[in-house]
């Protein structure tokens, strides 16, 4: 199965701008619905964006306009784009992988296969 490890994360300025990468192994990201989720202190891990096989993404209103998720299949890896960073983004950032994407707001728990994160400050 696919393992997943993040990195991009550190220290930002308010407005500044970050791109956190996936990068997997084991198996191909184009078999997989991939997600990034976060979780700020003291709040329930929230998911942010996932994109499906066909490439087709979907990103929470909280960030739409200010987040991007890609993927490149041929290194196997998936992106998060994040600009105009403010304060409340500041969280463990996480990369997961699901069989299949469902419609909608994503589940953590749909989510079988996840790194252990990467922290963005703002």
């Known amino acids: 199965h696919v393992q997943l490890v993040e990195s991009g994360g550190g220290s930002v300025q308010t407005g500044g701008s970050l791109k956190l990468s996936c990068a997997a192994s084991g198996d191909s990201v184009s078999r997989y619905c991939m997600a990034w989720f976060r979780q700020a202190p003291g709040k329930e891990r929230a998911w942010i964006a996932h994109?499906?096989?066909?490439?087709?993404?979907s990103i929470t209103d909280a960030v739409r306009g200010r987040v991007a998720i890609s993927k490149d299949n041929a290194n196997n890896a998936v992106y998060l784009q994040m600009n105009s960073l403010k304060d409340e983004d500041t969280a463990m950032y996480y990369c997961a992988a699901a069989k299949y994407c469902v419609d909608g707001e994503q589940s953590w728990y749909t989510y079988r296969w996840r790194g252990q994160g990467t922290q963005v400050t703002v």
């Open positions: 994109i499906d096989r066909t490439g087709r993404s």
